[in-house]
């Protein structure tokens, strides 16, 4: 079955670039309709939907984080990327990716990846 | 967007059913049959419970069921068990062709 991790630095300072990185493995991650996505949760509170690319390319974010937000696929690699810019403590989460069939119906998950902003 | 309001915590007795309310507004839980329902132990990843209002994922429970009437969800768990005790989490498609999800709640089984 298709599995999903993530993975990338778990410190970033504050002002600069938080990259992620997600490998799909147990399929490609071109076959289907599918919403490839990001999602993360601050040490101790909810979830938070960060946004997604679509099987065709569209990419559609959350609008309170629209403005730093990029998500991208890399085909050759089966990973879709996430990259969110100027980083302040606020953006402390797990950081997690997922496969959805709809928008709001995501699984599986990864199993998720704590990104601490610190100096 | 705002986040879809849950009750912070329900509790019950094991056997008995509690129900978990989500709500939000005519953009998104009212507008669309796509609301979700996710279950979360402590240090692990979302997993789905509830998908499309009252869709089941093959492997859960059917003592799991949801509903909707107007701008809010439900989640009832039957037969409440000791390894329900979670946290629980709604999630809707919203107008902006975005997803949102609820504040939480905590299950508690006394």
């Known amino acids: 079955q298709v599995q999903l991790q993530e993975s990338g630095p778990g410190l970033v300072k504050p002002s600069q670039t938080l990259s992620l990185t997600c490998t799909v493995s147990?399929?490609?991650?071109?076959?289907?309709?599918?919403?490839w996505s990001w999602i993360r949760q601050p040490p101790g509170k909810g979830l938070e939907w960060i946004g997604y690319?679509?099987?065709?390319?569209?990419?559609y974010y959350n609008p309170s984080l629209k403005s730093r937000v990029t998500i991208s696929v890399d085909t050759s690699k089966n990973q879709f990327s996430l990259k969110l810019s100027s980083v302040t403590a606020a953006d402390t989460a797990v950081y997690y990716c997922a496969r959805g069939t709809t928008v709001t119906t995501l699984d599986p998950w990864g199993q998720g990846t704590l990104v601490t902003v610190s100096s | 967007q705002s986040a879809l309001t849950q009750p912070a915590s329900v509790s019950g007795s094991p056997g008995q059913s509690i129900t978990i309310s989500c709500t939000g507004t005519?953009?998104?839980?009212?507008?669309?049959?796509?609301v979700s329902w996710y279950q979360q132990h402590p240090g692990k990843a979302p997993k789905l419970m509830i998908y499309e209002v009252s869709n089941r994922p093959s492997g859960v429970p059917d003592r799991f069921s949801g509903s909707k009437s107007g701008n809010t969800a439900s989640l009832t768990i039957s037969g409440l068990q000791a390894e329900d005790e979670a946290d629980y989490y709604c999630?809707?498609?919203?107008?902006?062709?975005?997803?949102?999800f609820g504040t939480g709640t905590k299950v508690t089984v006394l």
């Open positions: 999630s809707s498609y919203t107008s902006s062709s975005t997803g949102v």
């Open positions: 005519s953009s998104d839980v009212g507008g669309y049959n796509y």
């Open positions: 690319i679509y099987y065709s390319g569209s990419t």
């Open positions: 147990g399929g490609s991650i071109s076959s289907g309709d599918y919403y």
